[in-house]
C-alpha cells in the first residue's frame, strides 16, 4: 500500500520516564521490547532532553515548539494561554482530524476535572483530565468528554487509556488523523506517593537493576523502583498494542508514531520530590519516531530538546513550520544536513528552583537565582554558579566540579553559551555571578577541552 500524502501522527507520550528504563539505553530488565525494536527500525533519538522538568512547563513546550518563559506556563498551574498556536491547530489548518486523550495539565490549579471548550487548543476529539492523577488511580480511571461529561474506563489506567486511543484510531481511519495520546503513568500517584503497576508487576521487577546514579544517591529508590518499572513495562505492552492496531487498520505505513516523555525521575535524591532539577535523570528521555521519513533513520547522536520535537511532526506531515517555534526539525539530521545544529541543550527550572542550565556532550552547566522566589518568578537577573559536571568522566554526576579553579575556563565557556541560549529563547541576558572558588589537585581543563 502506498504511503499516503498525509500521514497520521500518534503521539504516544508517558510522564516522568528516565531515558535509562529502556533496553535501547541498556536497561537489562527487558521492560520495553516494543519501543526497542521500533527504536532499532526507525529513529532513535539517544540524546533526547526536556526543555522544562516540570509536567505542565514541559507539556506547553511540546504543544507549541515555544520554550516555558515563551509560552508563559513556566511554572505548574499556569494555563497556556488564549491565542497560543498548538500542535493540533496546524494539523487541523491542513484538514487532520484531532484528538486528545488523557493528561492535559495546561489548565489552571482549580480545575482538577474537566477542561472546557475554550482551553483545548485546536483538539477537536476530547477525552481527557486537566490533572489525571486527581481523577483518577490504577483501576479507576476517570476522564471528561467533549461535553465535559465524567466518564470512566474499564481496566488498568494504561490500558483503559490506549482503548481510547484506539478506537479513536479505527473511527478516523478514514482520513488523516492526529492524536494525542497522553498517559499519567510512570508518574506517582500523587495521593499514595507511590507508583502502583498492575497487579503483580511490582513483584516481578523488585530487586532488579538500580541505575548507578540511584544506587549511589539511594532517595526513594528501593521503595519506588519496582512499581515505576511495572508501569514502563506495562506501557511498552501498551505501545506494542497501538503499534498492532495501526497494523490490523492497514495504517502502519501510513503513520508517524513518536515515543517521548515530559521529564524524568531521580527519585528524590536531588531534592525532596521526584524531578525539578538540572541532572539526566530528570531531563533525560526516551524519545523514538516512527513511520513515514524515519524508516531506518538510525541512532541519531546530536543533542536533541522537547522544543524539537513539534517542528519534526509537521515536517514529517509535509506541513509548513510556524515561523515563531523555537525548535528545528531533525530531519534534516536524517539526510546527513547537520551543519548549525546546536552542540547544547538549554533547560529551564522553576518551582525547586529558579535555574537554567545547558548540556553538551560532554559538560554539564546549571546556575541558580537562590534570591528569587520559585513560586512567583519565572526568571531572574542574576543567577549563581551551582552545578558543573564532567559527563565524560563522571556520567552519573556524582561529583560537582562548580568552583574549582582547574574548571575555570570550562566554566567560563559555558557561562557564555548559556547566556546566548537563555537570549535566543526570548530571556532577558543574565548577570551570572561565579560559585565561591575552591581548590583542587585535579589537571587544568583547557579551552580546547570545555568547547566540546
Same mark, same amino acid.
Given at each position: 500500500m502506498p504511503e499516503r500524502v498525509s500521514p497520521n501522527v500518534v503521539v504516544f507520550f508517558t510522564d516522568q520516564q528516565r531515558w535509562d528504563t529502556t533496553g535501547i539505553h541498556g536497561n537489562p530488565m527487558g521492560l520495553t521490547p516494543n519501543l526497542d525494536r521500533l527504536g532499532r527500525a526507525d529513529t532513535h533519538l539517544a540524546n533526547s532532553f526536556t526543555c522544562q522538568p516540570v509536567c505542565g512547563p514541559a507539556r506547553s513546550c511540546l504543544q507549541t515548539g515555544l520554550y516555558a518563559t515563551a509560552t508563559g506556563c513556566w511554572r505548574n498551574a499556569i494555563p497556556l494561554p488564549e491565542g497560543s498556536h498548538t500542535l493540533a491547530h496546524s494539523f487541523a489548518a491542513a484538514g487532520y482530524r484531532t484528538g486528545y486523550i488523557g493528561k492535559w495539565h495546561l489548565y489552571n490549579r482549580e480545575s482538577r476535572g474537566p477542561v472546557p471548550a475554550t482551553h483545548r487548543f485546536g483538539y477537536e476529539y476530547w477525552l481527557a483530565s486537566n490533572v489525571l492523577e486527581f481523577t483518577s488511580d490504577a483501576y479507576d480511571t476517570v476522564v471528561y468528554d467533549g461535553d465535559d461529561n465524567e466518564v470512566r474506563l474499564p481496566g488498568y489506567r494504561v490500558d483503559a487509556l490506549t482503548d481510547a486511543g484506539i478506537r479513536y484510531m479505527d473511527a478516523n481511519r478514514e482520513e488523516p488523523f492526529f492524536l494525542f495520546l497522553s498517559y499519567l503513568e510512570p508518574h506517582h500517584q500523587n495521593h499514595l506517593d507511590d507508583f502502583p503497576p498492575p497487579d503483580g508487576y511490582r513483584e516481578m521487577f523488585t530487586g532488579g537493576w538500580i541505575p548507578p546514579d540511584l544506587a549511589a544517591l539511594g532517595g526513594s529508590t528501593h521503595q519506588h523502583l519496582g512499581g515505576y518499572y511495572g508501569q514502563v513495562k506495562?506501557?511498552?505492552?501498551?505501545?506494542?498494542?497501538?503499534?498492532?492496531?495501526?497494523?490490523?487498520?492497514?495504517?502502519?505505513?501510513?503513520?508517524?508514531?513518536?515515543?517521548?516523555?515530559?521529564?524524568?525521575?531521580?527519585?528524590?535524591?536531588?531534592?525532596?520530590?521526584?524531578?525539578?532539577?538540572?541532572?539526566?535523570?530528570?531531563?533525560?528521555? $526516551? &524519545?523514538? !519516531?516512527?513511520?513515514? #521519513?524515519?524508516?531506518?533513520?538510525? @541512532?541519531?547522536?546530536?543533542?536533541?530538546? /522537547?522544543?524539537? =520535537?513539534? $517542528? &519534526?511532526? !509537521?515536517?514529517?506531515? #509535509?506541513?509548513?513550520?510556524?515561523? @515563531?517555534?523555537?525548535?528545528?526539525?531533525? /530531519?534534516?539530521? =536524517?539526510?546527513?544536513?547537520?551543519?548549525?545544529?546546536?552542540?547544547?541543550?538549554?533547560?529551564?527550572?522553576?518551582?525547586?528552583?529558579?535555574?537554567?542550565?545547558?548540556?553538551?556532550?560532554?559538560?554539564?552547566?546549571?546556575?541558580?537565582?537562590?534570591?528569587?522566589?520559585?513560586?512567583?518568578?519565572?526568571?531572574?537577573?542574576?543567577?549563581?554558579?551551582?552545578?558543573?559536571?564532567?559527563?565524560?568522566?563522571?556520567?552519573?554526576?556524582?561529583?560537582?566540579?562548580?568552583?574549582?579553579?582547574?574548571?575555570?575556563?570550562?566554566?567560563?565557556?559555558?557561562?557564555?553559551?548559556?547566556?546566548?541560549?537563555?537570549?535566543?529563547?526570548?530571556?532577558?541576558?543574565?548577570?551570572?555571578?561565579?560559585?565561591?572558588?575552591?581548590?583542587?589537585?585535579?589537571?587544568?581543563?583547557?579551552a580546547d577541552e570545555a568547547r566540546q
Amino acid at each position: 500500500m502506498p504511503e499516503r500524502v498525509s500521514p497520521n501522527v500518534v503521539v504516544f507520550f508517558t510522564d516522568q520516564q528516565r531515558w535509562d528504563t529502556t533496553g535501547i539505553h541498556g536497561n537489562p530488565m527487558g521492560l520495553t521490547p516494543n519501543l526497542d525494536r521500533l527504536g532499532r527500525a526507525d529513529t532513535h533519538l539517544a540524546n533526547s532532553f526536556t526543555c522544562q522538568p516540570v509536567c505542565g512547563p514541559a507539556r506547553s513546550c511540546l504543544q507549541t515548539g515555544l520554550y516555558a518563559t515563551a509560552t508563559g506556563c513556566w511554572r505548574n498551574a499556569i494555563p497556556l494561554p488564549e491565542g497560543s498556536h498548538t500542535l493540533a491547530h496546524s494539523f487541523a489548518a491542513a484538514g487532520y482530524r484531532t484528538g486528545y486523550i488523557g493528561k492535559w495539565h495546561l489548565y489552571n490549579r482549580e480545575s482538577r476535572g474537566p477542561v472546557p471548550a475554550t482551553h483545548r487548543f485546536g483538539y477537536e476529539y476530547w477525552l481527557a483530565s486537566n490533572v489525571l492523577e486527581f481523577t483518577s488511580d490504577a483501576y479507576d480511571t476517570v476522564v471528561y468528554d467533549g461535553d465535559d461529561n465524567e466518564v470512566r474506563l474499564p481496566g488498568y489506567r494504561v490500558d483503559a487509556l490506549t482503548d481510547a486511543g484506539i478506537r479513536y484510531m479505527d473511527a478516523n481511519r478514514e482520513e488523516p488523523f492526529f492524536l494525542f495520546l497522553s498517559y499519567l503513568e510512570p508518574h506517582h500517584q500523587n495521593h499514595l506517593d507511590d507508583f502502583p503497576p498492575p497487579d503483580g508487576y511490582r513483584e516481578m521487577f523488585t530487586g532488579g537493576w538500580i541505575p548507578p546514579d540511584l544506587a549511589a544517591l539511594g532517595g526513594s529508590t528501593h521503595q519506588h523502583l519496582g512499581g515505576y518499572y511495572g508501569q514502563v513495562k506495562r506501557l511498552d505492552e501498551a505501545l506494542g498494542r497501538v503499534l498492532d492496531a495501526l497494523a490490523s487498520l492497514g495504517l502502519a505505513d501510513d503513520t508517524v508514531v513518536l515515543f517521548t516523555s515530559d521529564h524524568g525521575n531521580h527519585f528524590k535524591t536531588r531534592n525532596s520530590e521526584y524531578k525539578r532539577s538540572c541532572h539526566e535523570s530528570s531531563i533525560r528521555v $526516551p &524519545t523514538v !519516531l516512527a513511520g513515514p #521519513g524515519f524508516r531506518g533513520g538510525g @541512532q541519531v547522536d546530536e543533542l536533541v530538546s /522537547l522544543v524539537d =520535537l513539534p $517542528p &519534526t511532526l !509537521l515536517d514529517a506531515a #509535509g506541513l509548513e513550520i510556524p515561523e @515563531q517555534m523555537q525548535g528545528r526539525s531533525i /530531519l534534516p539530521l =536524517l539526510k546527513g544536513g547537520r551543519e548549525g545544529w546546536p552542540e547544547e541543550v538549554f533547560v529551564q527550572i522553576s518551582e525547586s528552583q529558579v535555574g537554567r542550565a545547558v548540556r553538551t556532550h560532554r559538560w554539564k552547566y546549571g546556575v541558580d537565582a537562590a534570591q528569587a522566589d520559585p513560586a512567583k518568578a519565572g526568571g531572574s537577573e542574576v543567577y549563581t554558579e551551582q552545578y558543573l559536571y564532567d559527563l565524560q568522566a563522571d556520567p552519573y554526576e556524582l561529583n560537582n566540579l562548580v568552583g574549582l579553579q582547574s574548571h575555570r575556563p570550562a566554566a567560563d565557556i559555558l557561562a557564555a553559551r548559556l547566556r546566548r541560549r537563555m537570549r535566543e529563547a526570548g530571556e532577558a541576558e543574565p548577570v551570572i555571578e561565579p560559585a565561591p572558588e575552591r581548590r583542587s589537585g585535579q589537571r587544568r581543563v583547557n579551552a580546547d577541552e570545555a568547547r566540546q
